[in-house]
Each structure stands twice: as C-alpha cells, then as structure tokens.
C-alpha cells in the first residue's frame, strides 16, 4: 500500500552501497551480493513509479571502483550485462526512458553496444528517466566539463553557473532533490557533487540489496519533513 506522502522529491540519487557486506552475512561470494544488489532494483523502480518519482539516478560503478579486484570488477560488468539483456524489455514497456551518465571507453564492446541499444530503445519514453552513473565520478565529470568550455574558447566573462551546468553529464537532467545512501556510511563518495549542492541527505545502516519499499517509505517521509530553505529564511 502506497501512503500519501507530500512532498515528494522530482529527482532521487541512490548510493547502492553494502552489496559485499549483504553476501558476506550470508558467507556467500561478493558476486552473490552484486547481483542481489542488481536484481533489487526492478523492485525499487515499480515502488517509486508508484509515487510518481520522475528521475532516479543509481550510482552503479564509481571511477575508483576500478581500484577493486579484477574478479570483482569482471563480476559487476558480467552482471551489468546480464542485467540489461534481461530487464530492459521489461523496463522499456514500463516506459522507462534509461541514460547513462559517466565514461564508456574502459567497457567491453559487447558492454557499450548494450547500453548504447537501451538508450535507443528507450529514448522516447516518458514515464521514468532511469539515469545509470557508471564509471562516472563527480570530480571527473566537472573536469571533463571545463575540458569543454576551454576547448570551445567560450570567454571568461561568459562562465556562469547556468552555462557551466550546460556541460555536465547530467545538463538535460533536474536537479537532485533526494540523495540516499544505503550501507551505513555517512558521506557522499564523490557522486553527483555539482547536482546535489542543495539535495537533501538520507543515510541508512540498511545494506543495498535489503533496501526494500518499506525502506523506501522512510526515505520519502524524511524528505517530506524537510524544510527546503536553499539558503533562504
């Protein structure tokens, strides 16, 4: 049963975090909890399409998650692969509109292909904009920005905040209105820096892949009793 929450937020980020420590518990290989971790996130879509929720951007492979084993990172490309054969005809007739946000060029081809067709198939849909942020990192991403507005010779005098944000990944995106943080950790890790300026934070002990809609409600009644002043009185 869907509660009548207001407000709620236009945009969530998610930090799926705890995927590794959810497997552990079980004393079952960390792939085990990656793909937990993934198969969770069709259930997590059907419950904020239920809110009405717009934009969803899931945090799902950092620029510093290269710095993890071989066997582990080997494992989360398998299963980003799996995931998108299996669940983007589902999402697509959900009327899921997926983008990804990040760099592409240390994925396999096969990978590239993958994510490039469900972008095109999904590229008119309206109902969700599913933005995965894979191999991306927010310091990255403001770099890769001023990379192209020197390229371009746009002059200093022209720079502001509205052109700078023309040049992010995220340009066509709103802002961030919600980020959450499963796993317990209490900090951001490098995701979404410039977007989530004035977002509101929400952090949960509770690992990624147990992160279910009742968790969801939480999240979204926080939010609701926030009071979103953006430097204001």
């Known amino acids: 049963m869907i509660e009548n929450i207001s407000p709620l937020p236009n945009h969530i980020a998610f930090i799926m ?4 420590r959810w497997a552990k518990k079980r004393k079952l ?6 793909k937990a971790g993934t198969q969770n996130i ?16 899931l945090y799902s492979f950092s620029t510093e998650n290269w710095n993890r084993p071989k066997e582990e990172i080997n494992a989360i490309l398998d299963i980003l692969g799996e995931s998108l054969e299996k669940e983007v005809p589902e999402l697509h007739k959900n009327g899921i509109r997926i983008c990804h946000i990040g760099h592409l ?9 993958a994510i490039a067709k469900a972008i095109e198939l999904t590229k008119d849909n309206t109902a969700m904009a599913l933005n995965l942020a894979f191999d991306y990192g927010g310091r990255a991403e403001i770099v890769d920005a001023v990379k192209k507005i020197v390229s371009e010779k746009i002059p200093a005098q022209d720079i502001d905040e509205k052109l700078f944000n023309s040049y992010l990944y995220t340009s066509r995106l709103p802002e961030v209105d919600l980020v959450v943080r499963t796993g317990g950790d209490l900090r951001i890790s490098n995701f979404l820096l ?13 690992l990624w892949p147990d992160f279910d809609a009742k968790e969801i409600q939480k999240a979204l009644i926080s939010f609701s009793h926030r009071e979103r002043r953006f430097g204001g009185v």
Do not use: C
């Open 105 to 113: 060029e240390k994925l396999s081809e096969n990978t590239r292909d």
């Open 42 to 57: 069709m259930a997590l879509l059907k419950t904020l399409g239920n809110y009405g929720i717009k934009y969803v951007t």
């Open 194 to 206: 410039w977007q989530s300026a004035y977002s509101e934070l929400y952090f949960t002990d509770t």
């Open 29 to 34: 290989p960390r792939k085990a909890g990656h």
């Open 17 to 20: 975090d705890g995927n590794g």
